[in-house]
């Protein structure tokens, strides 16, 4: 846990106290300062008050004007559908908004300053709407891999104020969402990398624009020394021209699939290749086709943008591609969990948008495809192109009946429930197919998160399907 002693004599309060809100209030304490939360959940309230935190409603004039700033949770709007009551009442007091990666940002600049060489880790922060999580996971592997002592963080999972022994610590990569860049006072990586852009999130953000505004904040500090740009849409494309032409000081490495634009400086990928070009000349190629847990163009783009950034580290070649081909992957992304009967089960639950279920459609053939949860804005708006590899949809959750509708000529069930969709699965395959959960939908209609959804699923099917059968060995991730 990071000790945030820069902020020993402040007064800050919590709105959320969920795993990252308890992680600012513990940070906060052990640096001295005054802490008192608030979430509008009894049982998160009750935890946190059994762990030392000082519990009122933030809402409350009497409680708003004894703090300084207000740290907000990455969960709660703060415009978009509609602000929470204590982000409004902290506003129109002029309270500082801020949240754990804008302290965290806060806390290096100013053990930069406390230190006499002043030497911190460095950052590298990784967004964008797919692929952030691999990106960040399969960055700091490369680099972990290679010696160097780099800590992963952020939207991946651990909450980055949960990092220890930070004085040894030489980088730290953090996946960066968009609620998270959006309400950050201070976002000071050294290199930032944006992946690409897919509606996603829209009523948080007020639309598409609002979206991509959050995520471009990442590329507006002036300490920002590189930036690795995917540039096969048109919001990359004008952010890659926008640095060139306001942040000389920033190196800016384009990331495009193979064929569809030269590049001078970056990369360009395909299915199991990467070249990386510098000056127009070519400086090296990656190849990990036989890498399972990086299948697919997709997984391109997310190991252009992790050498790219090995590199610039000062990682020599060999020692990007070992770590390449030693990935493990993610759980629930493209997660192999087994194969029997010659049926192939793969869990990909944190596909929580159409344009990441396609990946895995891509990937895969004669699918039985676990779709549904709670909607997102885009639905499944194209499925139509997968027509030859779904054989047939199980539609569960909250939004069935509107997949259904858009499924247009793929056969389908309803089954609301995972437990009916895995079960009829199992029932409806044959030797060949791939059992696919990609639900292109949110999973909090029925689970706490994805990482719920994907784990009740992989129970399912080991139990119905792999359990009595001689299954063959798990292969990674991927």
């Avoid at 053990?111 to 964008?128: K, L, M």
């Avoid at 634009?261 to 990386?276: E, L, M, N, P, Q």
Wanted: net charge neutral; glycine share 8%; proline share 4%.
């Amino acid at each position: 846990m990071i000790a945030l002693d820069h902020l020993s004599a402040a007064r800050v309060g919590v709105l959320g106290l969920g795993r990252t809100g308890l992680s600012c209030c513990l940070a906060l304490q052990l640096g001295g300062a005054r802490v008192v939360a608030w979430d509008d959940s009894e049982d998160a309230r009750q935890r946190a008050s059994a762990a030392g935190i000082a519990i009122a409603e933030l809402a409350r004039p009497d409680i708003r004007q004894r703090i300084d700033r207000l740290i907000v949770s990455p969960g709660i709007p703060h415009l978009y559908p509609n602000p929470h009551p204590a982000l409004v009442a902290a506003q129109r007091s002029g309270t500082l908004l801020d949240n754990d990666i804008g302290i965290f940002f806060e806390w290096l600049a100013h053990q930069a300053a406390a230190s006499r060489n002043g030497v911190v880790p460095r950052t590298v922060a990784i967004t964008g709407t797919n692929g952030k999580s691999t990106t960040a996971a399969l960055t700091a592997h490369i680099l972990s891999a290679a010696d160097v002592d780099a800590r992963l963080a952020g939207n991946i999972g651990r909450p980055v104020l949960e990092l220890e022994g930070m004085t040894s610590c030489t980088c730290v990569v953090l996946e960066v969402s968009s609620y998270q860049s959006d309400l950050a006072a201070h976002l000071a990586p050294d290199v930032a990398v944006f992946l690409n852009l897919a509606p996603d999130h829209l009523s948080r953000h007020g639309g598409v624009g609002g979206y991509f505004a959050a995520k471009k904040r990442l590329f507006d500090g002036p300490s920002l020394a590189a930036a690795m740009v995917g540039v096969d849409e048109g919001e990359g494309e004008f952010l890659a021209a926008h640095l060139r032409s306001f942040n000389t000081n920033c190196k800016v490495f384009e990331m495009s699939a193979c064929g569809r634009r030269t590049i001078v400086d970056g990369a360009v990928f395909s299915a199991g290749k990467v070249d990386v070009f510098s000056q127009g000349k070519l400086q090296a190629r990656f190849r990990f086709a036989a890498n399972p847990a990086l299948r697919g163009l997709h997984n391109g783009q997310n190991a252009a943008a992790a050498a790219i950034a090995c590199r610039y580290f000062g990682l020599p070649n060999n020692a990007v591609a070992e770590g390449l081909m030693s990935f493990p992957g993610l759980p629930h992304r493209m997660q192999l969990v087994g194969r029997a009967n010659g049926i192939t089960v793969v869990n990909d639950s944190k596909a929580t948008n159409f344009v990441s279920a396609e990946r895995a459609l891509e990937a895969n053939s004669s699918i039985l495809w676990i779709a549904g949860g709670q909607a997102k804005e885009t639905g499944i708006g194209g499925i139509s192109r997968f027509s030859d590899r779904v054989r047939k949809a199980y539609l569960i959750g909250s939004c069935a009946e509107d997949f259904a509708i858009q499924l247009d000529r793929i056969p389908h069930s309803l089954c609301r429930c995972m437990e009916t969709a895995v079960a009829m699965a199992i029932e409806d395959a044959c030797p060949g197919d791939t059992i696919l959960l990609s639900p292109a939908a949110a999973s909090f209609d029925q689970y706490r998160d994805f990482e719920h959804r994907g784990d009740h699923f992989v129970e399912l099917t080991r139990r119905l399907l792999l359990r009595h059968a001689k299954a063959e060995p798990n292969a990674r991730a991927s």
